[in-house]
């Protein structure tokens, strides 16, 4: 089966870095997605991440261990704006390779 | 580029009645594309994958005779809610992915904005 495990919730300070961790379990693997959700709107895509090790753009970074089944999100210089959901999701190899996600972290920023 | 699109962006229905949701790819043809619900402060809940020209493939305990998925062309997928109750009001959110692009990520999905439905 799949399992993707993330924090329920984070508040950090504004200007402040924070890393939300994620954990999976998958059938095959092809990839790891971060992605952004604002209230109301459909998820802005963030990173992808196949290989071991950081991806980094801009204020945001992405990291992955596939050995340990392991993903983490930094983003750095935190602005009110970044608070949002976050979500964890990985692409297997079953089904069409759908993409199954996590339940997301809520970043809470405050000033 | 990689432009989906969600139509209608909300919709408010009796319940009893039937809703139908597009979902088009505007600049790409989709082949694979995805339906997603979504509950307040919930992740997405994947519902079923489309594929052009064949049978939605349902995730477990999704009623495929409720949720009626249609997907006739490269860049257009429907999902039509059979006789919607309250229970039904949720975030449907489509998406779709683009196996051919060109050095790009195949596994990569984009995503349409959203239909919220209400249903009273």
């Known amino acids: 089966g799949q399992n993707i495990d993330q924090p329920t919730e984070m508040t950090a300070t504004e200007g402040a870095i924070v890393q939300i961790n994620c954990t999976y379990q998958?059938?095959?693997?092809?990839?790891l997605f971060w992605y952004q959700q604002h209230a109301g709107e459909a998820p802005t895509f963030l990173s992808y991440n196949v290989l071991d090790g950081l991806e980094e753009k801009g204020r945001f970074s992405s990291f992955l261990s596939r050995s340990k089944g392991y993903s983490y999100l930094l983003l750095k210089e935190l602005q009110m704006k970044d608070s949002a959901s976050y979500l964890c999701a990985v692409s297997g190899n079953t089904g069409g390779f759908k993409t199954i996600f996590g339940a997301g972290t809520r970043l809470f920023v405050k000033a | 580029g990689a432009v989906v699109s969600q139509h209608p962006s909300w919709v408010i229905c009796k319940s009893g009645t039937s809703v139908k949701i597009e979902c088009r790819s505007l600049?790409?043809?989709?082949?694979?594309m995805f339906w997603y619900r979504q509950f307040p402060k919930q992740s997405l809940m994947l519902m079923a994958t489309?594929?052009?020209?064949?049978?939605?493939?349902?995730e477990q305990g999704v009623e495929k005779d409720k949720f009626l998925i249609n997907h006739a062309s490269l860049t257009l997928s429907t999902l039509t809610v059979t006789s919607a109750h309250p229970e039904d009001s949720s975030f449907y959110i489509c998406?779709?992915?683009?196996?051919?692009?060109?050095?790009?990520?195949?596994?990569?999905?984009?995503f349409g904005p959203g239909t919220r439905l209400t249903v009273t």
């Open positions: 998406s779709a992915r683009d196996m051919a692009v060109a050095g790009g990520n195949p596994y990569e999905q984009y």
């Open positions: 489309s594929n052009e020209g064949s049978k939605a493939t349902y």
């Open positions: 998958t059938s095959g693997f092809n990839g």
């Open positions: 600049d790409f043809q989709a082949t694979t």
